[in-house]
């Protein structure tokens, strides 16, 4: 069985920083691609992350380069998204995603709230 389970999510001040988790099992972990996603309420789920199956690239949505940054560690097969200088708009549930030419998995999200 295939499971994505997020993690790491809460209430931040606007400024602050999160570190997202995504543990991965019931599949090759370091044979696919790791993106993170996020959707606000109301709108459409939005590429933010990915990083390569060996690490050897990452890119980013310009709405967050800079701000965050995607690793994983296949050993443990996970996922991270660090967050920094973190704005209201960042507010949305943050899923975990992992892909190859065959096969697209999601987590169950967590939601993510920046806010004084």
């Known amino acids: 069985q295939v499971t994505l389970v997020e993690s790491g999510g809460g209430l931040v001040q606007p400024g602050g920083s999160l570190r997202l988790s995504c543990v991965a099992s019931g599949f090759v972990f370091s044979m696919y691609n790791m993106r993170w996603y996020r959707q606000a309420p109301g709108k459409e789920r939005e590429f933010i992350a990915q990083?390569?199956?060996?690490?050897?690239?990452?890119n980013y949505a310009d709405s967050v380069k800079g701000r965050f940054t995607i690793s994983r560690d296949n050993a443990k097969n996970t996922v991270y998204l660090q967050m920094n200088s973190l704005k209201p708009e960042d507010t949305a549930v943050y899923y975990c995603?992992?892909?190859?030419?065959?096969?697209?998995?999601w987590g169950q999200g967590t939601q993510v709230t920046v806010s004084s």
């Open positions: 995603n992992a892909r190859n030419a065959l096969y697209v998995y």
């Open positions: 990083i390569t199956n060996l690490s050897r690239s990452t």
